[in-house]
């Protein structure tokens, strides 16, 4: 049996935990308004808001216990959850209040606010619990060796997507090559098929997808390759390597501490690291298109990849990916944004003494 076969899980339907939690989350919200009302003649807006905030803090707790994903890191911090929470509880309180305004009687009004807010939360429940790097690694080890390149056809792909991945190659050629010199050892951890390297410069690639690497190899665009199931494990060489590579990896890497310490380990003392990962905080740019792409290609095209939301189980700022590098062994030496929705970095590793 392939080893990716192994990897597949047996799973809890995500329909079924939706519904349950969207179930007992709207029995706890109208409970709570109707005994707050009726019993104790509290303001009809002020009761939904409790029931709300009751639901949204059931949910909090239903989905990290139920749907728990230990893969998940850099989470939305809890502050900001609570935030959230807040805001979402004062919405409804004022879709109620509407609908009331309108002649409709407290249960009407009530079941279409919850309606409402369960349309939400699945969507934002979704976005942000369902990510799996795991379960996206098996669909990832299938795709074909041109996949990347036809992100930047325009006859496939949108043509935003293809500027898009145009650009951001584009990019990366340059970034690359500003950094390489004649003679120089490079390797690129996770590199798909290697579409950046339109010089074809004499590469190395690692990545768990053997038909990219083939593709890759064919197209010259890796001089050789290595199927690599774990980053945090090459097998190279260790102080071999004068430039190495991770574009797009570190936001799916499940064991990333392990893996930036592999980099290290294989990294010439005087080498480069060059990084680049989505510019992903929460409601910003990347994060609003990437989340919509996942939501269409998953549940409208089926594609099952989408559907984990790619494995990124990373969301990294300017501020994350600097303490990211900084807290294993590597200088920040330069962060900067790319077309608002990319952050690309060089660094080298700390001198020790």
Known sequence: MPEHDVIRRLRYPTALIFLLGGFLGAALNAGATFVLVLKFSWNPMAAFFTGTLLNQAFHY???????????IRMRTSFPIRLILILCVSAAGSVLLWLFL??????????????????????????????????????????????????????????????????????????????????????????????????????VLGLDINENMLKWAKKNKRLKGFKVCSNLAKTGLKAKSLDIVLMSEVLEHVFNHTEVLAEVRR????????????????????FFILFNLNCLYRGYIRGSDYHKYRCGHIHHFTKTRLRRTLVENGFTRDNVFVVNGLLLYATAQKFKTA
């Open 61 to 71: 707790v239903y989905y990290n216990v139920v749907c728990v994903n230990g893969e």
């Open 266 to 285: 294989i990294l010439k003392d005087d080498g480069v690291f060059l990084i680049t990962v989505p510019y992903d905080f929460f409601l910003g740019p």
């Open 101 to 202: 305004r309108e002649g409709w009687n407290l249960e009407s009004a009530l079941f279409a606010c919850l309606a409402v807010l369960a349309a939400s939360n699945a969507l934002l429940n979704r976005i942000s619990t369902f990510s799996s790097a795991k379960m996206a690694e098996v669909e990832y080890r299938e795709m074909n060796g041109s996949y990347y390149d036809d992100h930047t056809d325009e006859a496939k792909v949108s043509k935003f997507r293809a500027w898009y991945h145009r650009s951001r190659y584009a990019r990366l050629t340059r970034l690359v090559s500003d950094q390489y010199r004649k003679g120089m050892k490079v390797v690129d951890l996770g590199c798909g098929n290697c579409k950046w390297n339109a010089h074809r410069l004499p």
